[in-house]
């Protein structure tokens, strides 16, 4: 129905239709527009609306469709944002159109403040909008404040307690109405985790997952209360960074790069490195070329020990950089799990490719199958035992230099684990087989 009207032109019937959605819809069916019907219907939105809509949009789309405005405009519409979301857009705005809009928002001390903290850290994520009750206060009393904040907060199921602005705990609304009037808060709040506000983002959604919690305190060094982070929120952060981690693995600094010679500049500088670490490994496989050439199966089974061992590693790769993203620091028990199961899978992989070795050894007619077969058994547990060790201690190396384990991990592991592959394939096929 709303692509025909688009399609129809019909633009005021379809923002009619579209305005009855939930903004998220609303926003995924205007992102999914072409620029001129974009343009055309966003003419029906007022201010509210556009402010409503903005907050599910992708934020570059979001910066580029409020840019389209005038300065007044963009003003007006940051101003009915929830703060949280406002200081996610305006960071991403020039310097000089987010000192235009800071100098005329009511909000902003506490915009410049949110503005101040590093995007990693969950000071940037956090709201001011929550409801704080004083531990010294009673049921009644705390109601009545309740009642007074509610509209201006973001959710009201859970009641953050201080004393003097110290962080104490939480209490929950259903305790709240439940509790007789003249019961203090401070004989009801139960004490909850909470973050400091230059925690790192992953470390406190994590936090969140752990406990089970739909909104979790911020406390500055001093334990005050300054601000708190929703589910909602979190969630969406962390798609993000899950996102963005997934590109850095990747070597991609965009995922949708929209022009294709940008897009290829910045994935070049990653794919000629691995050419480059490609040339020694290639220099490396040249000097056995005598005992491939003595003993021809080997050059059959030399890409199954090299992709078993990188894809051991690239596993413990993952485990580790999952562990490095919520602590910052390594989980050597995982880490040893780890080679545990490589040595496990290793000794399956090379039971099951010593007798398939020794079945096309006699096929191929050699003097010593069962020698062949051996080989390729030791070759691939060593190797693939070998994966996890370097696939951990890789990235925990990096990360103790200060260098982003997610990017420069995949490459090292790649070259340390091909080389080191064929250095144990060909020599203990030289020492085992160089007199066949």
Not at 370 to 393: E, K, Q, R
Request: charged residues 25%; hydrophobic residues 50%; glycine residues 4%.
């Amino acid at each position: 129905m709303l692509e025909q009207l688009i399609s129809d032109k019909k633009y005021q019937e379809a923002y009619l239709k579209l305005i009855l959605l939930h903004p998220h819809d609303q926003a995924k069916f205007i992102a999914s527009l072409d620029d001129e019907d974009k343009k055309q219907i966003l003419e029906f939105y007022d201010d509210n609306e556009l402010s409503k809509i903005m907050s599910y949009l992708d934020e570059d789309f979001a910066v580029r469709l409020l840019t389209k405005f005038d300065i007044d405009k963009q003003i007006s519409i940051i101003k009915e944002m929830d703060i949280d979301d406002a200081v996610r857009l305006i960071d991403e705005l020039p310097d000089l159109e987010q000192k235009e809009i800071l100098n005329v928002v009511d909000d902003q001390n506490s915009l410049e403040k949110l503005l101040d903290y590093d995007v990693l850290e969950i000071g940037f994520l956090m709201t001011s909008k929550f409801v704080k009750i004083d531990s010294t206060l009673n049921v009644k009393e705390a109601m009545k404040i309740l009642i007074e904040q509610a509209p201006e907060v973001e959710s009201i199921g859970t009641i953050f307690v201080v004393n003097n602005n110290k962080y104490l705990g939480t209490l929950s609304l259903n305790q709240l109405i439940k509790a007789k009037g003249n019961v203090l808060i401070n004989d009801l709040y139960k004490e909850t985790p909470f973050v400091f506000d230059n925690d790192d983002i992953e470390y406190s959604i994590n936090q969140m997952r752990e406990y089970n919690l739909y909104e979790i305190a911020v406390c500055n060094e001093y334990d005050n209360l300054v601000g708190i982070v929703t589910l909602d929120d979190a969630i969406e952060e962390f798609e993000r960074l899950s996102k963005e981690n997934f590109a850095r693995l990747s070597a991609i600094k965009e995922f949708k790069e929209k022009n294709i010679f940008k897009a290829a500049l910045h994935r070049l500088p990653w794919l000629i490195i691995l050419l480059l670490t490609s040339i020694p490994i290639a220099l490396s496989a040249a000097r056995f070329e005598e005992i491939i050439l003595a003993v021809s199966l080997l050059a059959l089974f030399q890409p199954l020990i090299l992709d078993a061992s990188g894809d051991v590693a690239t596993q413990t790769l993952a485990v580790t950089l999952r562990d490095l993203s919520y602590n910052n620091k390594a989980n050597f028990k995982e880490g040893f799990k780890e080679v545990v199961s490589g040595m496990l899978s290793g000794f399956i992989l090379a039971l099951a490719a010593s007798i398939i070795t020794y079945f096309l050894a006699i096929s191929f007619k050699m003097e010593e199958p069962m020698m062949v077969s051996l080989l390729i058994a030791l070759s691939l547990f060593i190797t693939i035992t070998l994966g996890p060790i370097v696939g951990f201690i890789i990235p925990v190396f990096l990360n103790k230099i200060k260098i982003d384990p997610a990017v420069a991990s995949g490459p090292f592991i790649t070259t340390i684990v091909d080389l080191s592959s064929l250095f144990i394939y060909f020599g203990l096929a030289t020492l085992m087989l160089g007199g066949l």
